[in-house]
């Protein structure tokens, strides 16, 4: 355990309560305090650049999201069976953001529950139950989505309604068409379930492909895949829990990247800025398809405090420019990082959109042998340079950059001379 007599109480105390299901980051925890904007504040004082928390989106603490949350909070805050102005207008400004066909709405308080309630809403559309998601997704935690979740159950075989297919990956498998092939791989999953015997449903994917190890190039490559899912009966239903709202730069919605329109759209984490919320959108009639089979009812999704916050997101969103910084920022970042990358060999890609970055770390570029211990040692070392920061992929190995989208050319200045000092010190280098 760690040294720091307190720290070490701090993590007993935690242990007794939650046990082996609490997850904290780092050997040593961090006793986090308070945070703003794009600095997370511990205990003893100490700042951090957050590129890690993605749910705080438009920047820890906004102060606009404060006051909506505490100025609803203070009129009605009650569940969802009474007619109310914030929930009515904050339904309306969301759905601006889709494309005309999506013009409905049920308000959820995760994205677990989003996409848990997609599928639902797919399997009383086609009738099916089988479903195609990508090797090392997470969709959620409720028993239906553990299912669709190979992350969560990694090395055990899929359930048998699910079938898993490669991500669209770019980096060791770049090949000639990686639409086509993401496609084809599709097109044998759904041949595969029909051969058991199980109704295709829909093919459930994050559209930056965040737990695969982040994959957002070329621009595009959703088509194909869109197209085989829509030729075979099944529903596309875009998890838009990571890559929504503006994070990828050029667009509101990662979707939109590939230019495909989608049956069902499921969020979560950005949308309240750090309060619970989550949805899905979607076409009218696959609403009152579900509805017509099943009574449901969430009793916090949508309430009036979770609106105002949802509003507030949006405002700032628009009113400071976020997704155009994100792009200008974004860019400017991975160009920071792929300068660095000639010096130290253990860069093997930087990839992304917007400040949805993915840094692949190697043993070396020739052989693009996966160093998820490299990884580990860049997020050590990033701590002891105050900034936070995480991995992700079927490795462990991708650094995945996800700050607060009001992060500006110095904050990636402070990432850019950190990492090259990092892998500067590693052993190898
Ligand atoms: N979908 C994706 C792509 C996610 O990353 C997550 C959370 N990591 C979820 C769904 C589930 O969201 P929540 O934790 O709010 O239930």
Request: some cysteine; proline content about 7%.
């Amino acid at each position: 355990g760690p040294a720091d007599p307190e720290l070490r109480a701090a993590l007993q105390r935690r242990m007794r309560s939650f046990g082996s299901s609490s997850v904290l980051f780092y050997q040593e925890p961090i006793r986090m305090v308070r945070a703003e904007g794009v600095w997370m504040i511990d205990a003893d004082g100490r700042r951090y650049l957050d590129v890690y928390n993605n749910v705080p989106s438009v920047g820890h603490s906004h102060p606009a999201v404060v006051a909506a949350i505490s100025r609803q909070a203070a009129q009605l805050n009650t569940h969802t069976r009474y007619l109310n102005d914030v929930v009515d207008s904050y339904a309306e400004r969301l759905l601006a953001t889709f494309p005309e066909p999506i013009s409905q709405l049920v308000l959820t308080c995760t994205g677990s529950e989003a996409n848990d309630l997609a599928l639902r809403i797919a399997g009383a559309a086609t009738g099916g139950c089988g479903f195609v998601v990508t090797e090392s997704a997470y969709h959620g935690n409720t028993t239906a989505v553990s299912d669709v979740s190979p992350s969560s159950w990694p090395g055990r075989q899929p359930p048998a309604h699910v079938r898993v297919v490669p991500a669209p990956e770019s980096f060791r498998d770049p090949g000639d068409d990686i639409g086509a092939r993401f496609a084809r791989s599709i097109e044998q999953a759904i041949a595969d379930l029909q051969r058991a015997g199980i109704g295709f449903a829909g093919l459930l994917v994050d559209t930056i492909f965040s737990s695969d190890g982040v994959y957002a190039d070329p621009p595009g490559f959703l088509a194909a895949a869109v197209d085989v899912v829509h030729a075979h009966g099944g529903l596309f239903i875009a998890d838009e829990v990571q890559p929504g709202f503006g994070r990828t730069g050029t667009a509101f919605w990662g979707f939109a990247r590939h230019g495909v329109e989608p049956d069902i759209v499921t969020m979560g984490k950005p949308m309240g800025n750090g309060f619970p919320m989550g949805g899905v959108a979607t076409r009218p009639e696959l609403i009152d398809r579900f509805t017509a089979a099943t009574k449901y009812f969430n009793t916090f999704g949508g309430n009036p405090v979770a609106a105002a916050a949802g509003l507030a997101v949006l405002d700032v969103i628009r009113d400071e420019g976020l997704m155009d910084n994100a792009s200008r920022v974004g860019g400017y970042l991975m160009d920071g990082l792929r300068e660095i990358g000639n010096r130290h060999i253990q860069i093997g890609d930087v990839r992304g959109s917007g400040l949805f970055i993915g840094l692949e770390l190697v043993r070396d570029r020739e052989t693009k042998t996966p160093a998820p211990e490299i990884a580990t040692a860049v997020i050590n070392g990033l701590r002891e340079h105050g900034i936070l920061i995480g991995a992700a992929g079927p490795f462990g190995s991708t650094l995945k950059i996800r700050p607060p989208l009001c992060f500006t050319r110095d904050h990636a200045d402070i990432v850019v001379s950190a990492c090259d000092a990092v892998l500067k010190a590693l052993p190898a280098d």
